[in-house]
């Protein structure tokens, strides 16, 4: 146990050293500053937020954005990737535009979504998909290209029907990698959700911490950025977890 | 009774010919080992009998008609058993595989399961992934599943060819006294000349880089040794040793 308190407090003595720096340069040299805050600022502004419901709001509308974009690229990378890597052809037929329309940066399809869908949920949600679609389906198509040869002649040999080859071979086999491809996504899917607030879309904590910035309260834009942080830390860490999860229950070792 | 036959079977892959044309014709009950140097092509001879291959010229035929696929009357127990088992499947999960492939009933699986095991001897390790367990205990996994589909062939593709000795010769005795104790009609490929005479009732050895002259099916030799047949005075036996000389020569060396 102490050794884990340890390795905590190692990891944590970086952060706080620049966050208490943060502090006495803020209250010392740069007093006035409309760039920075000191942190405890920040965190009075923080609560603030979250007792007036802001934070909430906001955090609410940034993951649900980025998590409505990651579920439609997953259904449609897995299901594109699924069937460009087991038909040759069809991956030949399409790779010229997938190769085109992945280099696009998902940022340059902020005017055109905002044009088609109008501000909300609707824009960042095909804007975060866009993004995130590429590398799933690329990833899929990657894992069943490498499915172990013998499994399909296994399904082959057992004449199973083409579903049941999908469900019990092709998907169990990929499934270890389709959440490598799903951890890469979500990192994906919360920063373009952000930019696209930042730059466009009037909800959400990328907004929040423009309105921040635009109003002239260092302290409330600190708070934003610090908790955009978190939440980013959060999320992946939990996508992370779920990737070894499944690694080890796919693996073969219990 | 003629089960399978052979009829001017010839195999081309890449524009060079493999197999020429080799006739012979298999009864229900024998056990066939063929047998042959590297590249003779008797996996693929095999795997055309299987219906993985579509050969070049003439045609198998399974009770008078062509074998045009994968059928569940044959069964085929591929060499490398740690790559045909479905990793994050237990034991009695691969099993049943086989049987879910078949469409039987959820409510007659676990008895068949049980059933195949008992006659692997690995009852005991049904809650096993593949992963937990020794080369030939995966290999007799891969001959339960088979036998779970109820064939009426069984084709083995050099099955304890990467197994130690001692656990060869277990898994020898062990496929010979299952054989005897059903109608199974088994074809085994084999690079081992004595494993070749020790379990079959007929030799089939083939050369590789045939000619008109020489073709693929450089001779077929019936091995007369009684049943049970045994380790150590099967081996000893004077009709082993004469056929053993025999193919030898045939073979030049294995």
């Not at chain 1, 959700?193 to 423009?210: L, R, S």
């Not at chain 2, 035929?61 to 058993?81: I, K, L, N, T």
Request: charged share 15%; proline share 6%; glycine share 6%.
């Amino acid at each position: 146990m102490p050794e884990a308190i340890l390795k905590w407090a190692r990891a944590l003595a970086f952060p706080l050293a620049v966050l208490a720096a943060l502090e006495v340069y803020a209250r010392t040299i740069a007093i006035n500053s409309d760039a920075l805050a000191p942190p405890t600022q920040a965190a009075q502004a923080f609560l603030q937020a979250v007792s007036d419901g802001s934070l909430l709001a906001a955090t609410g509308f940034t993951l649900l954005g980025a998590g409505l974009g990651l579920l439609v690229a997953t259904v449609l990378g897995i299901a594109l990737g699924i069937l460009l890597g087991l038909s040759r052809h069809a991956a030949q037929t399409s790779f010229l535009s997938v190769e085109i329309f992945r280099t696009i940066p998902s940022v340059a399809l902020i005017p055109l979504a905002m044009l088609i869908f109008g501000f909300g949920m609707n824009m960042e949600v095909s804007v975060v998909a866009f993004a995130t679609v590429w590398p799933i389906l690329i990833l899929t198509q990657t894992a069943v290209r490498q499915i172990e040869p013998a499994l399909l002649e296994v399904a082959r040999a057992l004449d199973l029907s083409p579903g049941a080859r999908l469900a019990k071979i092709i998907v169990p086999a990929i499934l270890p990698r389709l959440f490598v491809a799903l951890r890469l996504a979500v990192a994906i899917a919360l920063v373009v959700a952000v930019t696209v607030e930042i730059v466009a879309n009037p909800y959400g904590m990328g907004y929040a911490i423009m309105i921040a910035q635009q109003s002239m309260e260092p302290a409330l834009m600190l708070a934003w950025l610090l908790w955009i942080a978190l939440v980013g830390y959060i999320v992946n860490e939990a996508a992370l977890r779920l990737q070894h999860f499944v690694a080890r229950r796919m693996g073969a070792m219990p | 009774m003629s089960i399978l036959s052979f009829e001017n079977v010839a195999i081309e892959l890449g524009g060079r010919q493999i197999l020429s044309p080799t006739s012979f014709t298999v009864n229900k009950g024998e056990f066939i080992s063929i047998i042959g140097p590297s590249g003779c092509g008797k996996t693929t001879l095999l795997r055309a009998a299987a219906g993985f291959v579509t050969p070049s010229g003439g045609a198998v035929r399974r009770r008078g008609e062509v074998v045009a696929g994968p059928s569940r009357e044959m069964a085929f127990v591929f060499q490398d058993y740690g790559r045909a088992l479905l990793p994050w499947r237990t034991v009695e999960g691969n099993i049943s595989l086989a049987l879910e492939a078949a469409s039987v009933p959820a409510g007659q699986r676990p008895e068949r399961i049980r059933r195949v095991l008992e006659t692997v001897n690995l009852a005991a390790h049904a809650r096993k992934f593949p992963a937990q367990l020794s080369g030939g205990m995966q290999q007799r996994v891969q001959i339960a599943r088979c036998l779970a589909q109820e064939p009426e062939i069984l084709m083995m593709d050099e099955p304890f060819g990467a197994l130690d000795a001692m656990t060869r010769e277990s898994l020898q005795d062990g496929l010979l006294k299952l054989v005897r104790n059903s109608d199974l009609t088994v074809l085994f490929v084999t690079h081992d000349l004595e494993e070749a005479i020790y379990l079959g009732d007929r030799v089939i050895a083939l050369r590789a880089n045939p000619t008109p002259a020489q073709p693929s099916l450089a001779a077929m030799i019936d091995v007369s040794i009684p049943h049970p047949r045994d380790q150590l005075s099967t081996k000893e036996h004077p009709d082993f040793l004469r056929l053993r000389r025999e193919l030898y020569q045939f073979l030049g060396h294995h």
